[in-house]
């Protein structure tokens, strides 16, 4: 996969801290005098972000068709690069995306059970190049995932209602990116204190500039 310079995006199952540790990274980099967009997928435009209530809809639960769960990520994603991410890199912006198109291998190629091939191919069509160069996965268990979402109030949405064993695939397909893409995922543990985390995190963005 063709991948875009300092562009950079954070996955992880839920409860990763992936938000504060955007927080903190962004902060970093801005205080370094970088000019850095940060974004969540699905969403960061207000096309992506209508796709998204759509997608995270708890009532289409058991009746979204997997392809189309994986073509509408596809769409929202086609549409916050054209609108937002490839005119913030040709302007010589930092990118950090919470979530892109390694969440599509894991939840849908991976958890979903769709393939790596059929989620490469439509990766291609929609990415054409506007590809992280760096993803960092913040690796935690589905029971430390379990036990910090459980502090959260609010209603589950769609994808949040999946079983544990979903989970564990979703992690053990970021799992797998990581060792078989060495050079634009990174896997993290997160089991440790948050200020190391970051460091870690800070770090090896910094390496890439
Ligand atoms: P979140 O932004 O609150 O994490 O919600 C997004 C949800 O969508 C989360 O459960 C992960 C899921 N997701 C996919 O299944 N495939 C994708 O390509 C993306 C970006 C997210």
């Not at 940060?38 to 068709?65: C, N, Q, T, W, Y």
């Not at 160069?133 to 029971?143: C, G, S």
């Amino acid at each position: 996969m063709k991948t875009a310079k300092r562009f950079f995006s954070l996955e992880g199952i839920d409860g990763s801290g992936k938000s504060t540790h955007i927080e903190k990274l962004a902060n970093a980099l801005e205080a370094e005098g970088y000019s850095v967009v940060r974004l969540r997928e699905p969403g960061g435009a207000k096309i992506s972000e209508r796709i998204r209530e759509i997608l995270l809809d708890a009532s289409f639960k058991g009746v979204m068709a997997d392809k189309t769960e994986l073509l509408l990520y596809n769409a929202a994603r086609a549409q916050v690069i054209a609108e937002i991410i490839q005119p913030a890199l040709d302007a010589g912006k930092i990118v950090i995306a919470d979530r892109f198109a390694w969440s599509t291998f894991a939840y849908q190629g991976y958890a979903r059970g769709l393939g790596a091939d059929m989620v490469q191919r439509l990766t291609e069509l929609t990415c054409d190049g506007c590809f992280p160069e760096l993803t960092v996965v913040l690796d935690l268990t589905v029971e430390q995932s379990r036990a910090r979402t459980a502090k959260r109030g609010g209603a589950p949405d769609r994808l949040e209602q999946e079983k544990a064993d979903f989970f564990e695939r979703v992690r053990q397909g970021y799992l797998a990116a990581a060792r078989e893409f060495p050079d634009c995922v990174a896997a993290i543990d997160v089991d440790r204190p948050f200020e190391e985390v970051s460091a870690e995190l800070i770090k090896l963005v910094k390496s890439r500039l």
